[in-house]
T-cell receptor, first 112, second 114 residues
Framework: QQQVKQSPQSLIVQKGGISIINCAYE??????FPWYQQFPGKGPALLIA?????SEKKEGRFTISFNKSAKQFSLHIMDSQPGDSATYFC???????????FGTGTSLTVIP | DAGVIQSPRHEVTEMGQEVTLRCKPI?????LFWYRQTMMRGLELLIY????????DSGMPEDRFSAKMPNASFSTLKIQPSEPRDSAVYFC????????????FGPGTRLTVL
């Protein structure tokens, strides 16, 4: 059973547009939500992460929005660039351990 | 640091053969994770170790899969016998034991079972 549900599976955005990837979870014990970015032929790498005590975290063009009551969180990429083309994974972990539960991934293509 | 090292990077084998994937975690890290990535199922955790001890192997698909971590700097994932449905990219990741610690992924091993 997928503990973290991610959508869409793929996304095509024009350069300069906003890319939005959504994730949802059920386990209320989750309290840490990282996003990983994976370029072709490479392993995933941490992009940005959020704790549930804040509703938003921004790092440059990347923003995580978090809705604790709805048990949803999303990644927004502002001013999307062709270099952002990659696969993005959301994840969640509980306060009791270091295992991450990953979403199924979103393949983002930014068209010049 | 060289990062997480995996070998081989590519492996092509025939159905029924034994396959061994290798991983060297980042020095000083004491958690190690094995993941499998496919288009259909995304990134699946197979097993993870803390301080060389297997903590959760519930993601291992079946008895054909086994993993060992004989010391802090080396781990193997073995598939015996291999089947075409095992074809995937296998990633190893390492981190420090503890809450919210970043996992660092290796470059992966692309396995093709004919």
């Amino acid at each position: 059973q997928q503990q973290v549900k991610q959508s869409p599976q793929s996304l095509i955005v024009q350069k300069g547009g906003i890319s939005i990837i959504n994730c949802a979870y059920e386990n209320t014990a989750f309290d840490y939500f990282p996003w990983y970015q994976q370029f072709p032929g490479k392993g995933p790498a941490l992009l940005i992460a959020i704790r549930p005590d804040v509703s938003e975290k921004k790092e440059g063009r990347f923003t995580i929005s978090f809705n604790k009551s709805a048990k949803q969180f999303s990644l927004h990429i502002m001013d999307s660039q062709p270099g952002d083309s990659a696969t993005y994974f959301c994840a969640a972990s509980t306060y009791t351990g270091n295992q991450f539960y990953f979403g199924t991934g979103t393949s983002l293509t930014v068209i010049p | 640091d060289a990062g997480v090292i995996q070998s081989p990077r590519h492996e092509v084998t025939e159905m029924g053969q034994e396959v061994t994937l290798r991983c060297k975690p980042i020095s000083g890290h004491n958690s190690l994770f094995w993941y499998r990535q496919t288009m259909m199922r995304g990134l699946e955790l197979l097993i993870y170790f803390n301080n060389n001890v297997p903590i959760d192997d519930s993601g291992m698909p079946e008895d054909r899969f086994s993993a060992k971590m004989p010391n802090a700097s080396f781990s193997t994932l073995k598939i015996q016998p291999s089947e075409p449905r095992d074809s995937a990219v296998y990633f190893c990741a390492s981190s420090l034991v503890g809450y919210r610690n970043e996992q660092f992924f290796g470059p992966g091993t692309r396995l093709t079972v004919l």
